[in-house]
């Protein structure tokens, strides 16, 4: 690592070289205002030139997010010069922005806003043509509005790094020139997944979740037993909301919000997730026991769903048939929690807060529905959650723990805590698959091989006799050469988990936003490091329960006493199962 | 959309097989695409995206921002009034109207029999016979007004 003497502000400093002056800056403590903070500017196509600075040896201002560093370099950020024409290049971006900041749900986080504040960007300081504007809201997931864009590239960037195929380009040339799927086709008439990484990462309000408060409010205000559960990921980004750091996992507090919202039942889709791990695993042992379609893959992850049904329609086969957790959960709801209370189904509305903007358009699927009753009627993102409790003036840091709703489907295991990670239902199902086929629990509990951020990992397990190799990856980019490997015929594993969204869950593109230029309490590495603070959160809960394996719940073992008879019952098969679709259409 | 014949698919992984190895392929598929079918819709660009692995979204920005290209059936008559700063200011802008006028149609769009197509075009680098206009390779100098009927009738009479 050669290092070379730069100068900031008339300082000397010694920084490595090939760094942008962007980057060295950050190390010397300076944060030059900028739209690419995301991930090492990423995304920097250096074109928005917020981050303009003066530096010897350049003509004219540069970009810092793309300048390299040079030696003997003097940089100046507060020149009289530099200031003004961030300023500049801040008032041009807002002269083509719709400005509806009061009602624009990114308010908060939206770095445009901030960094309009930081440059000090007057109102109305230049006038002129807008960009027409497209608004797509036609998919149940994801809202585009391109009025709001300000044609950063990031959502294209990440699209493609996390699906490998990205479904965003920007298209048309000059002031005409936008973001979207080929075509200006609208997110649901494309192949997209749904996942939110885009909406995760758009710096503005062009990208936004499909909000679903709205039909909260009526279903309460219809008088309807509202049932709320929530998904494992979500404990662990909540806090975010609400400026604690990120892993904090905040289970019980989130609980105690619940409850105060008004909800009838708040319960765990950790109770779904065990019994999702009961379908699966036998599914997979009577799969391996009767030549069935071999690997099996998991199915819990929409986005991953939608990517199968899109690109390998001919390979659903071996998509597990078990519905997703909280529709699972939902369909228990409606079927044994409502005769167990006497409510007519009809009258149940089911709410799943969930770290998925994909969650919204699945529980839409009609294959997702039983005798015509959906088996969730909602689906809330974290970060709606967040809006929710702060819009009834909980002060949620100082909120005490409370517990789920114990009755029917209140106890969890560790094994459904860890779903919301990668490798979490793998470890889940080799706990239950483990038991069941050897008779005995796997006695370190723990199978760590399935563990960590790597795309694709792999172990192979001896389970009474039959080696069985499995493989966990997250990310599409990730599950194409599985899946290719699948369709030629020549895939080694037994068993496969597949997560849409890098790192699992926990990085679903409903959680809370990471914006390193606005947590300015978190370390500076935050970016690297928040998948992992999220997974820790739920790794440790997964170790403070009673019972870790999905097999051990007690109420999942009453309920299949009761109600369903066993694993892949016939019941079991009209409740808990689904179907997928072979011939998709990806441009409509 | 309509589905694409066998015969079709073929012929376009043949065209992204003999460019596949290039360093940038995908200008030169495109531009074959475009001249032996004279447009380049979106399931063909599904096809292409499928053969080279790159993005539909990708595909469709390429064929969107150069407008050699184009997503829809170009008519058998391509009129290009060049609209560049000399060819502007000797009242291309009067003879491209014209051109719309006589055949019904704007800028970019080809005429129901499938006869013609305006393309307003930027400099083509004949400023000293502005305003100049291309039809099929053809240049056309000092175009004016009152020839343009002319011109669109030769090619009628051609059919």
Redesign the interface.
Known sequence: MSLVNIKIEGVPYQVEAGLTILEAARECGYNIPSLCTFNHGQCSLGSCRVCLVEATGARGLVASCVYPVAEGMEIRISSPKAVKARRTSVELLLSNHNRDCQQCSKNGNCELLNVAQITGAREGAFKGKKTSTTYDEFSPSIVRDTSKCILCGRCVVRCQEAHGNGILGFENRGFETIVAPAGNHSFANSPCLLCGQCVSVCPTGALMEKSEIWKVDKAMAEGKHVVVQTAPAVRASLGEEFGMKIGTPVTGKMVAALKRLGFDKVYDTNFGADLTIMEEAHELIARIKNGGTLPMITSCSPGWVNYAEYYYGDCTDHLSSCKSPHEMQGAIIKSYYAEKNGIDPKDIFVVSIMPCTAKKYEKERPQLAVNGIPDVDAVLTTRELGTLIKRSGINFTKLPDEEFDQDIMGIYSGAGVIFGVTGGVMEAALRTAYRTLMGEEYGPINFTEVRGFDGIKEATLNLAGNEIKIAVAHGMKNAKPIMDDIRAGKSPYTFIEIMCCPGGCINGGGQSYIRPSLLINEDADIIDTYKQKRADALYSEDERQTYRQSHNNPQIQQLYAEYLGEPNSHKAHELLHTTYVKDRVRFE | ?QKLSEAAVKQINEICDRHINDKTPLMMILSDIQKEYGYVP??V??IV?ERT?????????VV??YSFFS?KPKGKYIIGCCLGTACYVKGAQRVIDEFCEILGIEPGETTEDGMFTIDALRCIGACGIAPAVSINGTVYPKVQVNQVHSIIDEYRKMG
């Open positions: 959309m979106i399931d660009q599904e995206s692995g790159i993005s539909v979204a990708e595909i469709y920005g969107t921002f997503l």
